[in-house]
């Protein structure tokens, strides 16, 4: 579940206490071996969407990306990420956290945790410098994306392409326009049970050396375009396609998602607006069957696949 999560669920950029520059530190790079692929392209009229895969961390050494990229994000009139990261209203994140991310019934999370889970993680946050009683009032999920985010920021894996994009668009005032909202990708994970919470919080407790690989073996498909292993890597479930929960979890996380996504890039579409887009969502929504791609293709659309 966790690489799943990686590849293509946004909630966690919210606790990133840094971000990228838009200040490249590649410009010395020959266009034609600067990082990057996952980008489709779809019209219909005067209207140009293009469709550009992310991964939600990264280094610095991702940018600039090729010259098909950054050209795509030049012609943009509007950015479209799932979540506006640079555009939060902090106490309503805040209250949402509260609401859906803490127990409510005065329990603490050692109440809810077999022993062993519970030692696990207080080992993994002691080598994080962090207390467990600071975390008590988690609930599982919220835990194993907060454990995952201080992994990343503790190897400064922050600068994510989202971030990358959207701090451009601000800086070059571009509209940008939200897929999805925030409430909805916490609810995901909050309509969980406390089980398959359980077991998605042991799968975040890796250590941070197997966690530092994994990364950097997720980073090289995506900085050479590799769909089939990024793919490959991002969909590895271990033991989760048994339960039908966790099917119904991942159709959650991924097909319903792709399926309004699309909807929305549907109605940019069908403006006639003579208008450019630039849509960055996590690059399994545009990999993983059912995808934002197949969904457009399905409806009649010719997408192709120009980087």
Same mark, same amino acid.
């Given at each position: ?202 799968? #975040? @407790?890796?250590? +941070?050396? &197997?966690?530092?690989?994994?990364? =950097?073996?997720?980073?090289?498909? !995506?900085?050479?375009?590799? %769909? ?54 996590? #690059? @399994?929504?545009? +990999?993983? &069957?059912?995808?934002?791609?197949? =969904?457009?293709?399905?409806?009649? !659309?010719?997408?192709?696949? %120009?980087?």
């Amino acid at each position: 579940m966790k690489r799943v999560f990686l590849g293509i669920f946004m909630v966690w950029a919210l606790f990133v206490l840094g971000a990228c520059n838009s200040e490249s530190v590649n410009e010395d790079v020959e266009s034609s071996e600067r990082p990057g692929g996952f980008l489709w392209k779809v019209e219909d009229g005067e209207t140009t969407v293009y469709l550009q895969g992310t991964v939600h961390a990264g280094t610095e050494d991702f940018y600039p990306f090729h010259e098909t990229i950054e050209q795509a994000y030049e012609e943009a009139d509007v950015v479209v990420p799932e979540i506006d990261i640079t555009d939060l209203d902090l106490m309503a994140v805040q209250t949402l956290i509260v609401e859906l991310g803490l127990f409510q019934d005065g329990s603490k999370l050692e109440d809810h945790l077999p022993q062993e889970v519970y030692s696990k993680i207080s080992d993994t946050l002691d080598d994080l410098g962090l207390p467990l009683e600071m975390f008590e009032s988690y609930q599982p999920w919220l835990l194993a994306i907060t454990i995952q985010q201080l992994i990343l920021e503790k190897l400064d894996y922050i600068h994510g392409v989202d971030e990358y994009f959207l701090i451009r668009a601000n800086d070059d005032g571009k509209e940008i326009i939200e897929l999805e909202s925030m409430e909805s990708q916490f609810q995901i994970f909050a309509d969980m049970s406390l089980d398959l919470q359980i077991e998605f919080l042991e799968d #975040s @407790l890796s250590n +941070i050396e &197997e966690y530092e690989e994994e990364m =950097i073996e997720l980073f090289t498909y !995506y900085k050479n375009g590799d %769909i089939d292993g990024l793919l490959e890597l991002l969909i590895e479930v271990e033991g989760l396609n048994e339960s039908e929960e966790a099917q119904k979890f991942t159709e959650a996380l991924n097909d319903k998602r792709n399926y309004e996504m699309a909807e929305k890039i549907i109605e940019f579409l069908q403006e006639d607006s003579d208008k450019t887009y630039f849509v960055i969502v996590g #690059s @399994l929504h545009l +990999i993983m &069957e059912p995808h934002i791609v197949s =969904i457009l293709e399905a409806e009649g !659309y010719e997408v192709e696949h %120009i980087h």
